[in-house]
T-cell receptor, first 113, second 114 residues
């Protein structure tokens, strides 16, 4: 399976600021996704990162808050904008090689003060 | 609203026994089913996928799917302490092109007792 890396691995940010998380895959994948895992919770899909076009967001997530880019088949970014303590979470990138199976990056642990 | 339900546990199983993890899902359009293992502080790791009714075996793991009952399970034979983790059930709806993300259950915390 593809190896996925994320940067930064963790960060502590101040309220009202923005953080951009990078996701790099070591081979081309058909699809890339962004998920959030809040403390003690399971994963929630934020959006599908579409190459060269606007991301597809799930209910409850909007582009102004979570802008996503995917300039090519191996790289994507997620920005968490105008952060509040409620945004403290682990943000995970996944890649899908075959039609169905998704593999996850190590995650970015974000704490907002 | 798609929902995936799992018993949160903890489920405690003696070493060497069979661990049985269960999952139900609400969306009859779901076509693909996955089990992920997540160790504390780590990201989810795919351990099994199943797409058709019946059983699928891979080493000590067996996934079972019953679409009529909207039920999927994971059996772990000869449980080892290293199997202690949270097991996440995930489902995917078929919409053509594979562009759907996964809907996850809240996970079952499994403890294998030495």
């Amino acid at each position: 399976s593809a190896v996925i890396s994320q940067k930064p691995s963790r960060d502590i940010c101040q309220r009202g600021t923005s953080l951009t998380i990078q996701c790099q895959v070591d081979s081309q994948v058909t699809m890339m996704f962004w998920y959030r895992q809040q403390p003690g919770q399971s994963l929630t899909l934020i959006a599908t990162a579409n190459q060269g076009s606007e991301a597809t967001y799930e209910s409850g997530f909007v582009i102004d808050k979570f802008p996503i880019s995917r300039p090519n088949l191996t790289f994507s970014t997620l920005t968490v904008s105008n952060m509040s303590p409620e945004d403290s979470s682990i943000y995970l990138c996944s890649g899908q090689e075959s039609y169905n199976e998704q593999f996850f990056g190590p995650g970015t642990r974000l704490t907002v003060l | 609203q798609k929902e995936v339900e799992q018993n949160s546990g903890p489920l405690s199983v003696p070493e060497g026994a069979i661990a049985s993890l269960n999952c139900t899902y609400s969306d009859r359009g779901s076509q693909s089913f996955f089990w992920y293992r997540q160790y504390s502080g780590k990201s989810p790791e795919l351990i099994m996928s199943i797409y058709s009714n019946g059983d699928k075996e891979d080493g000590r793991f067996t996934a079972q799917l019953n679409k009529a009952s909207q039920y999927v399970s994971l059996l772990i034979r000869d449980s080892q302490p290293s199997d202690s983790a949270t097991y996440l059930c995930a489902v995917k709806e078929y919409s053509g092109g594979g562009a759907d993300g996964l809907t996850f259950g809240k996970g079952t915390h499994l403890i294998i007792q030495p």
